[in-house]
């Protein structure tokens, strides 16, 4: 995959915008689809407002380019990332039109967060160049990416996205096994899970698990990872620890029904104003806004 080939995202919004961003600050021609006229018409403008909270320069959002058709998108691109709707048929379809589409030569990507990349690229006839890279919100602060291939996924076709990752500057990690959410979203969500069966249990409130959490072992995943933290206790108080609090761990097979609740009646979270906690605006901005001012010092 030549480095002077323009990259190809499909999906200007919250994911697609900062992915090009990452590679247009890194000297990439970016050009960027999506069938939304408005996500297009405040795409640049996006962009130059994420360089200038960072205080860095608006130059790079130069190289990015909106296309409201596909295949000029997708013209002459050599890796072309989807970060559309998290939903395995709008996948498919534009993983199809895709292979249609793009280079014989180019990269194919989805950053779907959960969904195995082996069902989006499933009867597809090019297979072996399909990949997933799965950014994390937002993708122009947060330094890992997922990598993980299908079955048919060559060696080269991973070494190739891992190098360009790396070169921008991102983390990428190997993924060798494809499951659904891959290792971040699987780790996260048991948490979530453990967290929302504590609520709807009357452990405590939804306040509670966030300031526990966050005024706890929350400070340490930063530079301590989970297992790193079983070899330093040891893993025989590990392993005596787990006698006693894994009988006990929520085990719901699917959505926990609090959560469906919540849905149902509306309580979307802050979009709403009420979720598991309740939010004003005037707080809502105030979390984003302490969430990027802390990862922007963390970079």
């Known amino acids: ?54 205080g860095e320069s608006i130059e790079p959002a130069g190289l990015i380019s909106a296309h409201a058709d596909l295949a000029e998108a997708v013209l002459d691109v050599g890796l072309v990332i989807e970060a559309a709707a998290e939903l395995l048929e709008i996948k498919k379809a534009i993983f199809a039109d895709l292979e249609r589409l793009a280079p014989p030569a180019a990269i194919l990507a989805s950053n779907s967060s959960v969904i195995p990349i082996s069902r989006i690229s ?24 997922e990598v993980v291939g299908a079955p048919a996924t060559t060696e080269m076709t991973i070494s190739k996205v891992m190098g360009l990752l790396a070169s921008v500057g991102k983390t990428p990690a190997y993924i060798k096994k494809d499951v659904p959410g891959f290792v971040g979203n699987r780790l996260q969500h048991a948490l979530w899970r453990e967290a929302i069966a504590m609520v709807a249990d009357g452990i405590c409130d939804a306040e509670t698990v966030d300031t526990v959490v966050k005024a706890s072992f ?3 995943l930063g530079i301590l990872g989970p297992l790193e933290n079983a070899d330093l206790i040891g893993t025989d108080l590990t392993l005596d620890i787990h006698r006693t609090i894994l009988p ?22 802050m979009k709403t104003g009420e979720g598991f906690r309740s939010w004003s605006k005037t707080q809502a901005e105030e979390v984003r806004g302490r969430v990027i001012r802390y990862l922007a010092k963390a970079t």
Request: net charge positive; hydrophobic share 40%.
């Open 1 to 54: 995959m030549s480095t002077k080939a323009p990259i190809g995202i499909i999906g200007a919004g919250l994911m697609g915008h900062g992915i090009a961003q990452v590679f247009a600050k890194a000297g990439h021609r970016v050009k960027v689809y999506d069938s939304s006229a408005k996500s297009l018409e405040t795409l640049h403008a996006r962009v130059r407002a994420n360089f200038l909270d960072l």
């Open 122 to 145: 499933d009867g597809l006839r090019t297979q072996d160049r399909i990949v997933a890279t799965h950014w994390w919100n937002p993708p122009f602060l947060v330094p890992l990416v």
């Open 218 to 220: 929350g400070r340490r």
């Open 248 to 269: 006990d761990i929520d085990r719901t097979p699917g959505p926990s029904p609090y959560l469906e609740r919540l849905v149902a009646t509306g309580r979307l979270g």
